[in-house]
């Protein structure tokens, strides 16, 4: 684990109790909005049908959403009146561009390898000091679930992936519940980081 990242945990800025909360999306969504400058560009990484997309253009910013389905991205741009830039995570190659990239939930497929490649190149697209949001299911499984491939994340293996990529320090790290039907036993994993050059 880096310098950066031991004293984090050290310091006790973070510890699962005191940070373990029921919290709606749109909370998260706000921090998101506080931390980048008025009008600032932002990726909507993994977009969906656009949810995100939506929240984030109402609240001013300059959303570029990224999809890597057709038929996602062409129900994103029905609902976002937003064209969905249609490409795999993999294929990010933008540089300096984004104060902010929210890939809530969407890199959770990812296998712990590829995600490290997918990091750095998120690290590339944001500007100094942007923002990057992530969200796991909280646990330490990696396999398949429901016929797909999940990444779950916790503390000790979120550090160790973090130690990979140089350039990122952890802003904020939460634990929430979820808050759909039926799903309430289920914890997320949420985390703000900054790219410190």
């Known amino acids: 684990m880096n310098e950066r990242l031991t004293s984090y945990f050290e310091n006790q800025q ?3 109790n005191e940070a373990t909360y029921a919290s ?11 931390l980048l400058p008025e009008n600032g560009t932002m990726m909507d990484l993994g977009c969906g049908s656009g949810r995100n997309t939506i929240y984030f253009s109402k609240r001013g910013l300059r959303v ?8 996602l991205s062409d129900i994103a741009t029905r609902n976002t009146g937003i064209k969905v830039r249609r ?26 390898e ?5 990091l750095r190149r998120i690290h590339k697209a944001l500007k100094k000091d942007g923002v990057l949001y992530l969200s796991f299911k909280y646990g ?3 396999g398949v679930r429901n016929g797909r491939h999940v990444l779950d994340m916790d503390e000790t293996k979120f550090g160790k992936l973090l130690a990979k990529i140089e350039g990122f320090e952890i802003k904020e790290m939460f634990i929430t519940s979820d808050e759909r039907p039926n799903c309430q036993k289920q914890q997320w994993m949420n985390v703000f980081l900054s790219r410190i050059d």
Not at 24 to 34: K, P
Not at 88 to 112: C, I, K, R
């Open 64 to 71: 570029t959403p990224v999809e890597g389905s057709r038929i």
């Open 140 to 142: 330490y499984f990696e």
């Open 114 to 118: 590829q995600l490290v490649d997918v």
């Open 14 to 16: 973070y510890t699962r």
């Open 24 to 34: 709606g999306l749109e909370e998260i969504q706000e921090r998101f909005v506080q």
């Open 87 to 112: 490409m795999m995570f993999q294929e990010l190659t933008d540089v300096d561009e984004y104060y902010g990239v929210w890939a809530g939930s969407s890199v959770l497929h990812f296998p712990y």
